[in-house]
């Protein structure tokens, strides 16, 4: 079975330093990007960025550059966000999700087909 | 960055309507749009991508449709477990950006 599973909940305190993880099993992880979506409390979905992790190509939002960092250690299949210094801002739901790019000669997307059950990250003084 | 203005931002619907959600692209961007669905406190769940490709495993009910810049998504007969917010996904350039959501609910 393909699956994302991402790491428990976590409470911090603003300017503390935090990384959560996805791990991916069920599929070659080298072989799909993976992406994170970012869902404030009772707000849309945002896109924040995607990583492959085969060779590492990264692509963030605007609105995230600079503010995280997407990685991935392919040796345990594990993606990851982090933040050096979180703002009460940051407190949110985060996904991640399987992104996968067509076969065909068009290129493009199929899209984020396999989703984590979500982190939620608070932050709070 | 691409801008997704999506429509109506939420709706009220009985079972078995006909649900009809758009997606207005403020560039070009192909055929490049996925539509998902999320039901609160879940992860959302990709139900069409390419505009008009339904996923594995995602009801026959559900169809998409559009190029370009204006898309929709169908919903032909409600059922019960579609009350959920639908949100557009434009792949087609950095950043990805998704539409507001339609929040569907039970008339």
């Known amino acids: 079975e393909v699956q994302l599973v991402q790491s428990g909940a976590e409470v911090k305190k603003p300017g503390e330093s935090l990384k959560i993880s996805c791990k991916g099993s069920g599929y070659s992880f080298t072989n799909y990007w993976i992406g994170w979506v970012r869902e404030m409390p009772g707000k849309g979905l945002e896109w924040m960025g995607i990583f492959h992790p085969g060779d590492s190509e990264t692509r963030y939002s605007p609105s995230f550059q600079g503010q995280v960092t997407i990685s991935a250690d392919k040796s345990i299949t594990t993606a990851y966000l982090q933040w050096n210094s979180l703002k009460a801002s940051d407190t949110a739901m985060y996904f991640c999700a399987r992104v996968r790019a067509a076969s065909g000669p068009d290129g493009g997307w199929v899209g984020m087909d396999v989703w984590g059950q979500g982190t939620t990250v608070t932050v709070s003084s | 960055a691409i801008q997704m203005t999506q429509s109506p931002s939420s709706l009220s619907a009985s079972v078995g309507d006909r649900v009809t959600i758009t997606c207005r692209a403020s560039?070009?961007?192909?055929?490049?749009l996925g539509w998902y669905q999320q039901k609160p406190g879940k992860a959302p769940e990709l139900l069409i991508s390419a505009a008009s490709t339904l996923q594995s495993g995602v009801p026959s009910r559900f169809s998409g449709s559009g190029s370009r810049t204006d898309f929709t998504l169908t919903i032909s007969s409600l059922q019960p477990e579609d009350f959920a917010t639908y949100y557009c996904l434009q792949d087609y350039n950095y950043p990805w950006t998704f539409g507001q959501g339609t929040k569907v609910e039970i008339k």
């Open positions: 560039q070009y961007i192909r055929y490049d």
